[in-house]
């Protein structure tokens, strides 16, 4: 398990390069690996922007049928996300961005999961399993 806490433009890019390395390690198609670092770093800089501090967590996992896939938990302590429909909905965004951080991610991952209370938080975690 790798852990990357999330503070600074620098921490975006750690992100990024272990998700990178441990895509690799598993054998992931480039463009799996593509979609893991996309997504990965559009989640790693809603924290930096919107809770300005926060951590990703990867892992390995493993199916009993031998499908093996990485997880990314992101977890914050930020504003919280007041509705969780309109943040999912492409094209929105409740800041300067494109808005395609949260509905990008969950395209491009197998698993999505996103819980969060206002004023206490938010945490995100991905999927992608190795076909």
């Known amino acids: 398990m790798s852990r990357v806490e999330i503070c600074s433009e620098q921490d975006i890019v750690l992100a990024r390069q272990v998700a990178r390395q441990a895509a690799l ?4 198609s480039l ?3 593509t979609r893991i670092i996309t997504a990965v770093s559009e989640l790693a800089r809603n ?5 300005t501090s926060g951590s ?3 892992q390995e996992l493993k199916k009993a049928t031998g ?3 990485l997880e990314f938990v992101f977890e914050d302590q930020g504003p919280g996300i007041d509705d969780l429909q309109l943040a999912l909905t492409a094209g929105y ?14 395209r491009l991952m197998d698993e ?3 819980q969060s ?3 206490q938080g938010t945490l995100v975690r991905v999927v992608k399993w190795t076909k």
């Open 25 to 28: 390690n598993l054998g992931f």
């Open 31 to 33: 463009v799996d690996q």
């Open 47 to 51: 924290i930096y922007t919107y809770a």
């Open 56 to 58: 990703m967590q990867a």
């Open 67 to 69: 499908i093996v896939g």
């Open 93 to 106: 965004s409740s800041g300067q961005g494109l808005g395609l951080g949260l509905s990008g991610a969950k």
């Open 112 to 114: 999505f999961e996103l």
């Open 117 to 119: 209370k206002l004023g």
